[in-house]
């Protein structure tokens, strides 16, 4: 009796446990999707949802927000997806905001973003319809890649070439790297052009130190030529000002001198005829 007591207690403890097991798992999917919240229901038409399932989450502003509820085909080339969305997201929504599929991850499932909109537009409405964004699909991110590749294999095959080229000695650059006669006579081309360009240069400095030639050569100043040649204008200049204060102060002397010797004959005439 004691025994079967035990066993009862022990199924009655395991059950409890399965029960509020089942109860937390429950609240936890229904928390996910936004069963047990207040919600609001949006669509978008797309026609392509590339592999969005209904279940799959609804992002904004990379928060979880909602899931799809909905998946329907309307004509060849449209689907219409029906989504519920957490009332509490409903005011940052306007009605120009966007939905766009997308990954979650690189190898995740697909989710629907949706953007925010602007704010000079409504505040989106319960069963509102709203704009869609095509998405870059995998494929064609794949197409691409494989062009990519394809490209730098014929940059990579060209290269090879040329390189097998320059190392055969073939073409203008094969023989510079690898033909040492041609390198000889390329080192021998340069030398003579610099010998040539200085004894030019020693012939141009001959014939413009030449009596007769001179006055064809004008030997460009020099910094400190220009430097002289302003501190001259500088030098005239300052002389020219100080002949003419002096030229002005001698005639005010000259003036001076004559009234004075005008004033002592008048004093003298005044003093001989009192």
């Not at 689907?79 to 966007?98: H, L, S, Y």
């Amino acid at each position: 009796m004691k025994k079967e007591s035990i066993h009862k207690i022990k199924l009655g403890i395991f059950v409890l446990v399965g029960i509020l097991l089942f109860i937390t798992g429950i609240y936890f999917i229904g928390e996910t999707k936004k069963l047990f919240s207040s919600t609001f229901r949006v669509s978008a038409m797309f026609t392509d949802v590339n592999g969005l399932q209904v279940g799959n989450n609804v992002r904004f502003a990379g928060i979880n927000v909602g899931t799809i509820e909905s998946i329907d085909i309307i004509t060849d080339t449209s689907v219409k997806v029906d989504m519920v969305v957490d009332i509490e997201t409903q005011k940052f929504i306007k009605k120009n905001a966007k939905a766009i599929i997308g990954s979650d991850g690189l190898m995740g499932g697909k989710i629907m973003n949706l953007s925010p909109g602007t704010a000079d537009f409504a505040e989106i409405e319960n069963n509102d319809m709203i704009g869609t964004s095509v998405p870059i699909s995998m494929d064609d991110m794949l197409f691409k890649l494989k062009a990519t590749a394809d490209n730098a294999a014929l940059i990579t095959g060209d290269m090879a070439a040329i390189m097998g080229n320059i190392r055969s000695g073939r073409g203008t650059i094969g023989k510079l790297f690898m033909d040492t006669v041609f390198a000889e006579n390329l080192d021998r081309t340069i030398v003579n052009v610099k010998q040539g360009t200085k004894g030019f240069k020693q012939n141009m400095d001959a014939a413009s130190e030449s009596f007769l030639l001179k006055g064809f050569f004008k030997k460009k100043p020099s910094e400190a030529d220009k430097v002289k040649e302003e501190q001259k204008k500088t030098d005239e200049k300052k002389l020219k000002e100080q002949k003419k204060v002096d030229e002005k102060r001698l005639k005010q002397e000259k003036k001076a001198y004559e009234k004075k010797l005008k004033e002592d004959a008048k004093k003298e005439k005044d003093a001989a005829n009192p």
